[in-house]
């Protein structure tokens, strides 16, 4: 359990020191932007909610092929891990994974609390009959049932559901004719429209997973800024209306939406942090023109930057490269000299046939007490998979030491390398006679926690 929660703290963490790249990135185009192109700003912010989904480490397709020439008759042996237990006690990772786990645990349930309770709250509501509704259901192109309904319970308008949408408005606002309620009605439809509760369920399950993260605050206040701007566009091209109409007409709910109000996950609305709205307020009637929802060649283009840009972060965050092939450790220790046993004469040409497989004296015990794990690698908690390749001579001795696999610049290919070299082998066998064989030897490096 302790090594899953430092496991999990690391990925938090990596993911972490990405995100707060991408964020510093996103933000002062987002700021330069989002005054006349919010649905651009949006995007922006939407990709490092997006990036959480992206694993902090991968790797890209690389070719298989081994590069070592004439490799013979090769024989894979039993792994041979080495295993270093860090400082005994509770370690810090898992302490800080408990934490985490805890903070996440309490917010997931206050969440399906609040959900719950919701639900409850509207159960009496009552549905309503707007004239002009199939007009504007019309204009935004939705064929879905969407019902009306009116609450106490509620201070703000709100819609929630996927399949069946449902737009609540709050009782206290419905004094006086239909046309009042029209700008909020438009509003909520341009949010089922974009099919924002998706966006905004996905919002919710980040904050959670990530609430120690400024960045992760920023990106869920300007996208929650962002889309209600883009649904007052939305909601003013259907109307006809102009912004600082739309925008009297709609003070009294901007006003309610300050009220305190539980966060709900399968619900969109106005409710919005009180900077929000008044910044939401302040780009209504300010008298600047109207915004642009349509996202220019230019802006598509920084998108696919900065989609390159988490790619290639993701990928530079590997630590332990799953290489095939030679890796530059083995090369430097195959010049010239070998590199396992020093001084051994030119091998033979090793069999290809053979009865028996070579065994190390000491059996694979011996080369695990030979392994020492780097210091540095320990240090920097590197762990990863050395395969060393040799031949096996038919006296015993070893020559032509490569790396096939290795983490290269961590000290761990030439651990591997300098264990195998200590050890004696009893030769393979083919009619009861020694032969030289060439072999694979996987040597597992791996931390323990605890």
């Avoid at 024989?75 to 860090?86: G, Q, R």
């Avoid at 309904?149 to 399949?163: A, D, H, Y």
Wanted: with cysteine; charged share 20%.
């Amino acid at each position: 359990m302790n090594d899953l929660l430092g496991d999990l703290t690391l990925v938090l963490w990596r993911q972490s020191w990405q995100l707060l790249v991408l964020g510093l990135l996103v933000w002062p185009i987002s700021r330069w932007s989002q005054r006349r192109y919010p649905k651009f700003a949006y995007f922006l912010w939407l990709l490092i909610a997006v990036k959480t989904l992206i694993p902090v480490r991968f790797t890209l397709p690389q070719s298989t092929a081994l590069s070592v020439p004439d490799l013979g008759a090769l024989v894979l042996l039993p792994e041979i891990t080495s295993s270093l237990k860090t400082d005994s006690g509770p370690a810090v990772l898992s302490i800080l994974g408990i934490i985490w786990l805890s903070v996440f645990l309490f917010l997931a349930t206050k969440l399906l609390i609040n959900e719950v309770r919701f639900k409850r709250s509207i159960r009496g509501a009552q549905s309503l009959e707007v004239s002009g509704l199939n007009k504007l259901l019309q204009h935004f192109g939705i064929t879905r049932n969407v019902t009306i309904i009116s609450s106490k319970q509620i201070s703000v308008p709100m819609t929630f559901g996927l399949k069946q949408p449902v737009i609540i408005l709050p009782e206290s606002q419905l004094e006086g004719s239909s046309q009042d309620f029209m700008p909020v009605l438009a509003h909520e439809l341009a949010h089922i429209q974009r099919r924002d509760l998706i966006t905004i369920t996905f919002q919710v399950v980040m904050n959670m997973l990530f609430w120690f993260h400024p960045v992760m605050r920023q990106v869920n206040r300007h996208l929650d800024l962002n889309r209600e701007r883009i649904c007052d566009e939305m909601a003013m091209e259907a109307l006809g209306l102009q912004p600082k109409t739309y925008g009297r007409e709609l003070l009294t709910h901007l006003e309610a939406s300050l009220t305190p109000h539980p966060e709900l996950v399968m619900s969109g609305g106005m409710f919005m942090s009180k900077r929000n709205v008044l910044k939401r307020f302040e780009y209504l009637m300010d008298g600047r023109g109207r915004i642009m929802l349509k996202i220019k060649n230019g802006q598509k283009l920084i998108i696919g930057l900065i989609m390159v840009v988490m790619l290639v972060l993701s990928c530079s965050d590997v630590s332990q490269p799953d290489t095939l092939g030679v890796s530059p450790a083995g090369k430097d220790l195959a010049k010239d000299t070998n590199p396992v046993a020093p001084g051994t004469s030119s091998p033979e040409k090793e069999n290809t046939v053979y009865d028996t497989p070579p065994e190390p004296i000491g059996g694979y015990a011996a080369i695990q007490k030979a392994v020492i794990y780097p210091e540095t690698a320990r240090e920097s908690g590197t762990e990863g998979t050395v395969i060393v390749q040799v031949v096996v001579q038919k006296d015993g001795t070893t020559s032509d030491a490569v790396v096939l696999k290795g983490v290269p610049d961590t000290g761990l290919d030439e651990a591997a390398m300098d264990a195998v070299g200590k050890i004696s082998w009893k030769p393979a066998l083919l009619k009861e006679k020694p032969v030289a064989v060439r072999i694979a030897l996987p040597v597992v490096f791996r931390l323990k926690t605890g």
